[in-house]
């Protein structure tokens, strides 16, 4: 259970800061 845990948090967080990357383009361009 805790590595699936961890692989789900990795990808999680993975999406979350691609997330954040194109964020700060949209700000930055606006």
Same mark, same amino acid.
């Given at each position: 259970?805790?590595? @699936?845990?961890?692989? &789900?948090?990795? *990808? @999680? *967080? #993975?999406?979350?800061?691609?997330?954040? %990357?194109?964020? #700060?383009? &949209?700000? *930055?361009? %606006?």
């Amino acid at each position: 259970m805790c590595p @699936l845990i961890n692989q &789900c948090c990795d *990808v @999680l *967080v #993975e999406n979350l800061m691609e997330f954040a %990357r194109s964020g #700060e383009a &949209c700000n *930055v361009q %606006r």
